[in-house]
């Protein structure tokens, strides 16, 4: 049990008089509450999605209010490992495990703390699409219209083995203490451990056509791997990521939020997947990219066609799963259209 939990959000544009143009953006893995706008403390860059949220947008913020909340078990904000328990102490191991079921719970009594009964729209990509459509399962007369991007409405075996290698990957670090590293001498965590980690997972993050088309067998500049003094050029690529990660993000929390994507299943204790969607009252578009290893179209369509009167679109993209996060021209026009219907 969390005793008390706090919440960290961002909102853009005015809420009506009748409380009718509240629109809930849900990041994935570790991004944050900060969707669009200009950098500042605590958010080095300027949004994880502008190309889709902000004056002028798909999701225009001069007509809509957009409220975004850092999830639950997160470490920008909200509420999770890392935070102080009830002792003043970070509840490290302590911290329960968290279902993406609880991190909307939360998200839930933040709308109502907002005053707000309905959503004309809750959409969200990966992880936050995951949490999207548990919100319309959930509290389906609260949901208006619901868009997931690159998702599904359970974890699959690929995602869990995926996430597995991340998760032993940061237990192996002798940094990690048992979860307990906080009060270690400075500089201590499992820092090794939660880069593996990040390159692990953003090999799935983009498709293996683009990899080899973009840096093939080519050696880092000035590095030579085949006398064992380099790297390869993907090898720097997933370095700088891994690194970029290590800077902003406590391994605590990716292990919670890592475990809340591996127990997804909107199914679970509903009556199986299928006669979960089908609760859905949401008009619902459903969008998935032909190059994404990890949410594979497969998956869209299968949600597609258990939501009563959903409309699938499949994009095509060179880039992988992260191309969600990226402009792109079909996507910004398939959410501007849905929004305005």
Request: glycine content about 12%; aromatic content about 8%; hydrophobic content about 40%.
């Amino acid at each position: 049990m969390l005793p008390q939990v706090r919440l960290a959000y961002e909102t853009w544009g005015q809420l009506n008089a009748d409380r009718s143009n509240a629109v809930l953006v849900l990041h994935a893995l570790t991004g944050d509450s900060h969707v669009c706008g200009p950098a500042g403390p605590g958010h080095p860059s300027e949004g994880w999605w502008p190309s889709v949220v902000g004056p002028g947008r798909p999701i225009d913020t001069e007509r809509w209010f957009v409220i975004a909340a850092n999830v639950l078990g997160g470490c920008q904000g909200s509420t999770g490992p890392s935070s102080p328990g009830l002792d003043g102490r970070p509840w490290g191991s302590r911290f329960p495990s968290l279902t993406i079921r609880d991190q909307v719970a939360a998200e839930i009594a933040l709308a109502d703390h907002l005053g707000i009964d309905s959503f004309a729209l809750v959409i969200g990509g990966s992880m936050g699409g995951m949490r999207a459509v548990e919100w319309a399962v959930t509290v389906p007369h609260r949901v208006q219209r619901l868009v997931l991007t690159a998702t599904g409405a359970r974890a699959s075996a690929d995602q869990i083995a995926w996430n597995s290698a991340q998760v032993a990957a940061i237990h192996a670090d002798p940094g990690f203490a048992g979860g307990d590293y906080y009060d270690h001498a400075l500089g201590g965590g499992p820092h090794t451990g939660l880069g593996i980690a990040r390159r692990i997972a953003h090999t799935t993050y983009r498709a293996a056509d683009q990899l080899e088309e973009r840096f093939g067998n080519q050696a880092q500049h000035g590095e030579d791997p085949l006398h064992g003094t380099g790297r390869h050029q993907v090898t720097s690529y997933l370095d700088h990521h891994a690194d970029k990660l290590i800077r902003r993000f406590d391994a605590n929390s990716y292990l919670v939020l890592v475990r809340a994507m591996n127990t997804h299943d909107v199914g679970r204790d509903r009556g199986g997947l299928e006669e979960a969607l089908g609760r859905i009252r949401a008009r619902t578009l459903v969008i998935s990219f032909d190059s994404d290893r990890l949410f594979p179209p497969a998956m869209a369509t299968r949600m597609a066609q258990a939501i009563p009167g959903a409309h699938e679109h499949l994009a095509s993209s060179p880039v992988g799963h992260d191309a969600f996060l990226l402009p792109h021209p079909d996507v910004e026009q398939w959410v501007r259209d849905f929004l305005g219907s």
